[in-house]
């Protein structure tokens, strides 16, 4: 409809004439200057602000944050019954097991094994050999690079050993005798045929320690891979932690030596099986085992379910390197093992893992108990009942399956799942953030989100025990204290989806590139975390004022014509006339929402023409390059030309276009392909004849095996009737059902069509190459003063279509 109005805009615009109230309006400029002075004055008063008081953008700003704000409830329990579903928890957890932790764990294995790698154990080694190779003389070096006995404390392997291929105190005699005859192998294979003794040469050592290590793992890239993955192990020096979830370094180096004892190295394609063992895993949990903290927290992240609480560093710091997605879990991994959880998430993990073995330590929980976890953090209280407790209230009629509890002082929220009511722990990370983003003041910064609900926490006081150590926000907090102060009562700065609200509200219509231009460009608040998120409302208003000033926007052209100007022939005029010839001026200038003064008179003859006439009609369908017979255009005229005053107006004429559409077009193109009504009867008559031909023909055929055939009745000159009589049965069967009888009527009705829209072969194929259809221009208007750029949305539109079926 909005290309049609623009059609029907540029046709008045070609035919126009000026009435004598509008060049009576026209004559004056300095009354008519006056005049838009007055109508712009009156909307922009709703941007002044009278000493203390509020400007009327600031109250509509503060009853669209209060209109969100009444929602909250309902908003977090549309989230949390997403995200806490256990099906929505199972479609992620299960390619999180069986995909993306493997998927990590081998690109830690490759990264630790790459040479070119700076930092990685495999450039490390090297780097330390070429920095022992320099510190000896020539005699040393190769003292030091022969292979003595096992028990030889010199030599190759306490080289091997300075260089940190072999670990220092190793206790599993059984895999360092593997490890030296590995070495052995190797050695005879590198040693010179003239040597005296097993030894490498000085300048093959690089290379037969390439070879030596080539797709196998010594401990101390098992080390950096295991802190890669965040593994529960304890690489202290002391030896002592706090946290007694974590595992020994001397228990997984035994493990270690245990899985590599058939050659010293443990195979890169056996990591997967190390800590499937080492974590006492069973088929269903995945080919990596079972999950450990810094592998729960990362998916409690995925699962936007607790994923931030217990952060171990400043929060910036904890998530600027999940700003490049590429190299995310690569980073983060390690930073997620040494989150400090809160008391009641590490009660949760103990009661819901598993000790290992015969020790107190519970380091690894299996993927049946992923959800039982996931459940105990989430909700703090289980009541064993099918009906509610007392003084529960629906949150929703939609959602009766949250209710709100008031308690006191205190809020909550219970949830009732089968005959179980469980009830929510409080607000987290990422159900804050996404209730923000519901209610319009989205925070699209990972790190700034952090940083807001960190403050958020400070804020939030301490009135029920241990509320300062659970990284959460209560109900009744965030509800009745924190939505209130930060949203409702603070209409100094406001978020870009409430600006948009608040001016269609406060009846400023802009595009919305400039609407979003003018808030990017506003100052921002004093916190850093608010930066991305909002904007100073002051100085939003200041940079409105000013952008309006320069011209006058739709509401105030709306308040010349109706309250300023008083033109008889302006004030029955339909909004949607207003909005449409105002586009059309406005699009001269790029759309930018805001007319020049001088456009103003235009718009004004634009606005006066009463509609258009027969002749105007029939001229720009002309012009238009519509090849429609004038007893068509005629009869559609008159059919849709409800009050009989000879003219049509906006509405009128998209109604014409419509008939013009179902109607008209239809019935010219079957006239002239003959496919009309009188048409078809008699070729259905000819189809009728064709078949009682058929029937003829099978009668006789019938007739024919009652022939005595020692006579000579049935003579070839009957046959041959027979055989004609079926072929021309037969072709007049199929003649109008073939496929290529199909596709020839199809290719006809298109070049009716094309003739009738005025299109040729040769444009539609040029405008194919340079693109002109593909981007929905179509015939063009003449000149004239409000002749657009694009063109006419009819001839567009068929131009689309022809593409696509070419296309297709």
Not at 549 to 577: C, H, R, W, Y
């Amino acid at each position: 409809q909005e290309k049609l109005q623009k059609v029907y805009v540029r046709m008045q615009a070609r035919h126009m004439s000026v009435p004598p109230d509008i060049e009576e309006a026209l004559r004056n400029p300095r009354r008519l200057a006056l005049a838009m002075h007055r109508a712009n004055i009156t909307k922009l008063s709703l941007l002044e602000r009278k000493g203390t008081e509020q400007s009327s953008l600031q109250i509509f700003i503060q009853e669209l944050n209060q209109q969100e704000v009444k929602n909250v409830l309902l908003k977090i329990a549309e989230h949390l019954d997403n995200a806490l579903a256990t099906e929505d928890i199972s479609e992620k957890v299960t390619p999180f097991v069986e995909n993306i932790i493997p998927a990590e764990i081998k690109k830690q294995v490759r990264f630790t094994l790459d040479e070119r790698l700076v930092g990685s154990a495999a450039q490390s080694l090297f780097d330390q050999l070429r920095r022992r190779k320099n510190t000896y003389r020539a005699a040393e070096l190769e003292q030091n690079l022969k292979l003595g006995s096992i028990s030889d404390k010199f030599g190759l392997m306490a080289f091997l050993e300075r260089i940190g291929l072999i670990e220092k105190g190793r206790t599993n005699a059984k895999n360092y005798i593997s490890l030296y005859r590995k070495i052995e192998r190797s050695v005879r294979e590198w040693a010179r045929e003239d040597a005296a003794a097993l030894s490498v040469d000085s300048a093959d050592v690089e290379d037969f320690l390439r070879e030596l290590i080539r797709g196998n793992i010594w401990w101390g890239a098992m080390e950096q891979i295991l802190d890669k993955i965040g593994f529960p192990i304890n690489l202290r020096r002391s030896g002592t932690t706090d946290n007694v979830n974590l595992l020994s370094k001397q228990r997984v180096m035994e493990e270690f030596e245990q899985a590599s004892a058939k050659d010293g190295f443990l195979p890169k394609d056996k990591v997967m099986d190390f800590l499937q063992q080492i974590t006492q895993a069973d088929v269903v949990d995945g080919s990596a085992g079972r999950i450990w903290k810094a592998q729960m927290v990362m998916m409690l992240q995925d699962l936007g379910i607790c994923g931030y609480v217990g952060q171990a560093k400043t929060v910036k710091q904890a998530v600027a390197n999940a700003q490049n997605d590429g190299d995310k879990l690569q980073e983060r991994l390690p930073d997620l093992a040494r989150y400090k959880w809160p008391r009641w998430m590490e009660e949760a993990w103990n009661e819901t893992a598993p000790a290992l073995g015969e020790s107190e330590a519970r380091p690894f929980l299996p993927r049946t108990l992923i959800y039982q976890f996931i459940k105990k953090i989430a909700f703090d209280k289980e009541i064993k009942s099918k009906e509610s407790p007392e003084g529960l209230k629906d949150v929703d009629e939609e959602y009766d399956n949250w209710k709100v509890e008031k308690e006191g002082d205190h809020m909550y929220l219970w949830n009732l799942r089968g005959s179980t009511m469980v009830r929510l722990r409080g607000i987290w990370h990422e159900c804050f953030l996404e209730i923000l983003a519901q209610i319009g003041s989205p925070v699209h910064d990972i790190r700034d989100g952090a940083e807001l609900f960190r403050a958020a926490l400070n804020t939030q006081p301490a009135k029920r025990a241990g509320d300062a150590d659970t990284g959460l926000l209560s109900i009744e907090y965030l509800v009745e204290t924190y939505m209130q102060n930060t949203l409702v009562e603070n209409t100094d700065e406001c978020s870009l989806a409430i600006f948009r609200k608040a001016l269609k509200k406060a009846e400023i219509t802009l595009p919305n590139s400039a609407v979003d231009a003018l808030w990017y460009a506003a100052q921002k608040p004093e916190a850093e975390y608010l930066a991305s998120s909002r904007r100073k409302v002051i100085d939003l208003e200041r940079r409105l004022v000013m952008y309006l000033t320069s011209g006058m926007f739709l509401e105030s052209v709306q308040a010349l014509i109706s309250n300023e100007l008083q033109v008889p022939s302006l004030q029955e005029l339909d909004p949607k006339e207003i909005r449409a010839a105002f586009t059309q001026v406005d699009e001269k200038t790029g759309q930018c929402g805001v007319i020049d003064p001088h456009e103003v008179s235009e718009l004004l003859i634009l606005l006066s023409q009463e509609g258009m006439d027969l002749p105007v009609v029939q001229t720009c369908f002309l012009d238009l390059k519509l090849n429609l017979a004038e007893d068509s255009v005629y009869d559609a005229f008159t059919s849709v030309d409800t009050n009989c005053d000879d003219k049509i107006d906006m509405t009128e004429f998209l109604a014409l276009v419509d008939r013009l559409v179902d109607t008209i077009l239809p019935e010219t193109i079957f006239g002239l392909m003959n496919l009309q009504l009188q048409q078809i009867l008699a070729d259905v008559v000819i189809k009728v004849s064709m078949i009682l031909t058929m029937f003829l023909f099978v009668f006789v055929s019938l007739n024919a095996f009652h022939v005595d055939v020692g006579k000579e009745a049935a003579s070839a000159g009957s046959s041959v009737i027979r055989a004609a009589l079926a072929g021309l049965a037969l072709l007049g069967l199929r003649g109008d059902n073939s496929p290529e009888w199909m596709e020839k009527q199809y290719q006809t009705a298109k070049e009716q069509l094309y003739k009738l829209t005025g299109i040729s072969r040769s444009q539609l194929e040029a405008r194919r190459r340079t693109g002109a259809l593909g981007g929905g221009a179509g015939m063009g208007f003449g000149g004239g003063r409000f002749a657009g750029r694009r063109g006419g949305g009819m001839g567009g539109r068929m131009g689309e279509e022809e593409e696509e079926e070419d296309e297709g």
